[in-house]
């Protein structure tokens, strides 16, 4: 089942009066359950696909179905919405709220998702979430006194808590050493066999990308390699 | 997304620096508790300034009777003796604005007890109405009765002042004292009112039944300077206690040389009040129309009585106090909203400094209406919050000016209302653009925002 199809995806950029194309007419399918790694030099447009693919950018032509619906089109606030609900992100710099506890950290996308649940069920999920990544005790700890590591896991768990089918994660391994980075990349793997969660992952580094089941290359905003789904994927 | 939600994150996002919510509050809380100081320092010294007018007189309306002329030689004010007794009790039957009224009549008398003698300030003929215009409390004994009225009884109530030069600080109540040679039986000592507005000290009083003045202390006084009206000489030292007339009965020889009823008795004043300080005016308009009615003057006559109300008196000071309240309260308001700049000034250097959380907050599912409501109520609830302590130190310092400089001050419930009002107010208008600016970032700057 296609989770992510995009049809002949543009994206151009206006600066003044010069058009600046950053992707021409990209056709890709991700399934549901698929481990993908997203890669490219810097300036290949892989960031802007990126940001296409988590509903944070809108193309300039083209259809983009997430879910069997077409996001490209939608209004901003339901945009919001398809990110709550559909979409977890983890970032290279974990973007965590400072001075805020882990659990606060982890539950806060649930503020904002709609017919929001009681405060005492929104607890229970992120105790669970930072269980299941392994941060039962760190709980009510804040970010600085969290390692590199387990910032991420917070990271992780936040974007898990709204249950969504896709993971984006942007460099999740670029600002940790190479044994944290280890048992992060495990910890997707991990979530892609048993939960089934379809995780995205956008690096330019081989080693990260070779975790993955199919690598999906950009250069000069087009797909290069990888545009079909390999054979090792469900 | 649920109101409580917004505001529990707003506090949490607050109470992540402390410091500096509390030191952005600082011109809210300042500007409130200098409104709340001023408001009730104000209303306080409006409460006494309108005691002390009140102990004086508020609502009280004067009538006096107008000046005599001879020959084209006026007598001044008051030597026309116009008023009645009569006018009195119409004023208080048709004169829907006054609430009571009491006729005066006054004289000045030596008065004298056992080996001392004292003249005092004022010694006033009227009935026990009087007191209860005047707002005059006993401070023992009782007041003398209308009955007394009636049937001229030489009783008298003395003054605070007049009892001290007296009795030596004993009570009079129950000794005798005699005035021009009349022996009056103190009933009741006044409570001391204290001196009035102009200095002249109202405790320095002798009351008694204005009938018994008119006929017994002031008889000779007023018929020496009532010269249109001749004193009715049959007025007798004496006159009919038991029929319980108010006026000495008319004889034959009047019968026939007047063939108009003459009016015999007349008063010094009419002291009446009105129903409310405020209508004190329009009770003046209707005093004159129906005096006017009564005295049969054609409309080219000039009032043979004239008319002075506190209320002028009243407005002048009031209008005082509250302009220096409202100048004060400009400075507060000022001061408020220098307070607002600052929590504007603050907010979009909030907004700058969380422009990654901005990002994040959008990238996981945060509408932009979302963002405007979470900054907006940041501020709104740092203003009230503000609010509440500004009302609290204000309230305060309005203590201690009461208890170590001795003002008046008085708790003022819409001065706290308005307060919280002004600076809800303030967080609104000033938290706005900050928020207004946080919501429309993009979210992918805003996530790569160094």
Redesign the interface.
């Known amino acids: 089942m296609e989770l992510i199809e995009l049809k002949n995806i543009d994206k151009t950029y206006f600066i003044g009066d010069m058009q600046v194309p950053v992707l021409r007419n990209v056709s890709l399918t991700i399934r549901q359950g698929e481990y993908v790694a997203l890669m490219g030099a810097s300036g290949s447009g892989k960031s802007t696909l990126m ?1 296409i693919l ?1 509903c ?2 809108r193309q300039t032509a083209g259809d983009y179905f997430l879910d069997g619906e077409e996001v490209g089109r939608l209004s ?2 339901r945009r ?2 398809v ?3 559909k979409i977890g ?1 983890v ?1 290279q710099s974990f ?1 965590l ?4 506890t882990a659990l ?1 950290n982890v539950i ?2 649930l ?3 709609a017919g ?1 649940l009681s405060d005492r069920e929104c607890r229970r999920r992120g105790m669970e979430m930072l269980e299941k990544v392994g941060l039962k005790e760190r709980m009510f700890h804040q970010p600085s006194q969290l390692s590199g590591g387990q910032q991420q896991r917070v990271a992780i768990a ?1 974007a898990l808590i ?1 249950n969504p089918p896709v993971l984006f994660a942007d460099e999740p391994t670029g600002n940790l050493d190479s044994r944290t980075s280890v048992d992060v990349l495990k910890m997707f793997r991990e979530l892609n066999e048993k939960e089934k969660i379809t995780i995205i992952i956008v690096t330019h580094s081989a080693e990260v990308a070779g975790n993955a089941d199919r690598s999906i290359r950009i250069h000069d905003g087009q797909i290069v390699d990888g545009i079909f789904t390999g054979g090792g994927a469900v | 997304m649920k109101i409580r939600n917004t505001f529990s994150i707003a506090f949490r996002a607050l109470l992540r620096n402390p410091t500096r919510a509390l030191l952005t509050m600082l011109g809210i809380v300042i500007g409130i508790a200098a409104v709340i100081t001023m408001m009730e320092s104000g209303a306080g010294s409006a409460a006494s300034l309108r005691a002390t007018i009140e102990s004086m007189g508020a609502g009280n309306i004067m009538i006096l009777p107008g000046a005599a002329r001879t020959g084209g030689v006026s007598m001044g004010q008051g030597s026309n003796m116009t008023l009645t007794p009569d006018d009195c009790t119409a004023l208080l039957q048709r004169c829907e604005f006054l609430s009571d009224a009491a006729p005066l009549v006054n004289a000045r008398a030596q008065i004298v007890a056992g080996n001392r003698n004292w003249t005092p300030n004022q010694t006033i003929g009227t009935t026990p109405s009087y007191f209860s215009i005047r707002n005059w409390p006993l401070e023992d004994g009782e007041y003398f009765t209308e009955r007394d009225v009636q049937s001229a009884s030489a009783v008298c109530v003395v003054g605070s002042t007049l009892a001290r030069e007296l009795f030596d600080g004993e009570s009079p109540v129950g000794h005798s004292i005699r005035v021009k040679n009349v022996t009056f039986r103190i009933v009741g000592l006044l409570a001391a009112k204290g001196a009035n507005m102009m200095g002249f000290d109202q405790d320095d009083v002798l009351i008694a039944p204005w009938t018994t003045i008119r006929q017994r202390v002031a008889g000779s006084r007023s018929a020496a300077t009532a010269s249109s009206t001749p004193e009715v000489s049959t007025s007798t030292t004496y006159p009919g206690g038991s029929t319980g007339d108010l006026y000495p009965p008319v004889n034959a020889t009047m019968q026939t040389n007047y063939r108009l009823s003459p009016r015999f008795v007349y008063v010094d004043q009419i002291l009446a009040l009105a129903a409310k300080p405020e209508l004190a005016n329009r009770a003046e308009e209707e005093i004159i129309s129906i005096l006017r009615e009564r005295h049969r003057l054609r409309a080219d006559q000039n009032n043979d009585f004239r008319i002075r109300n506190s209320a002028e008196f009243l407005k002048m000071l009031t209008s005082t106090t509250s302009m220096m309240t409202n100048l004060l309260l400009c400075v507060a308001l000022i001061s408020l909203i220098v307070g607002g700049v600052g929590i504007m000034n603050i907010m979009l250097v909030s907004v700058t400094e969380r422009t990654r959380e901005i990002g994040l907050r959008m990238a996981v599912g945060a509408r932009s209406r979302d963002i405007l409501q979470q900054f907006l109520i940041e501020s709104i609830v740092l203003c009230l919050a503000g609010g509440v302590i500004g009302i609290l130190l204000g309230h305060g310092a309005a203590l201690l000016v009461k208890y170590h400089l001795k003002w008046a001050v008085e708790a003022s419930p819409e001065a706290v209302v308005a307060a919280v009002c002004v600076s809800a107010f303030v967080g609104i208008a000033f938290g706005f653009y900050p928020a207004w600016k946080a919501s429309k970032l993009d979210p992918i700057d805003a996530l790569r925002y160094e």
């Open positions: 940001n988590g944070l950018d901003g606030d919001a919405m990110r709550n609900r992100f970032f973007n709220l400072p001075r805020t606060d806060m996308p503020a904002y998702t929001g936040r709204n």
